[in-house]
Nanobody, 118 residues
Framework: QVQLVESGGGLVQAGGSLRLSCAAS????????MGWFRQAPGKQRELVAA?????NYADSVKGRFTISRDNAKNTVYLQMNSLKPEDTAVYYC??????????????WGQGTQVTVSS
């Protein structure tokens, strides 16, 4: 089993910055990808950013958010700058992990609230 622990959410004014972190622990042989999703009230969960050997961003966050990873720590980060009220959501990290059997499994963090005030 793999556990993901998120941190870094909170309340910030528009134009401000936050940095989210998500650390994985447990039976990990390799991590195929790491990513961040978000879900606002009444909306579907959407991809914000993902990182494998390259990065991928939602159009709405390009140029403002940066995803990065620390392989030694099995940790993914999301640096969020120039935050807007429409960025308000619960943010979830997502790992695609291979264990000792090489079977690919998907894990989710517990979610962290990001609230941007206008």
């Amino acid at each position: 089993q793999v556990q993901l622990v998120e941190s870094g959410g909170g309340l910030v004014q528009a134009g401000g910055s936050l940095r989210l972190s998500c650390a994985a622990s447990g039976s990990i042989f390799s991590i195929d990808s790491m990513g961040w999703f978000r879900q606002a009230p009444g909306k579907q969960r959407e991809l914000v950013a993902a990182i494998t050997t390259s990065t991928n961003y939602a159009d709405s966050v390009k140029g403002r958010f940066t995803i990065s990873r620390d392989n030694a720590k099995n940790t993914v980060y999301l640096q969020m700058n120039s935050l807007k009220p429409e960025d308000t959501a619960v943010y979830y990290c997502n790992f695609q992990v291979r264990g000792p059997t090489m079977i690919l499994s998907v894990y989710w963090g517990q979610g962290t609230q990001v609230t941007v005030s206008s």
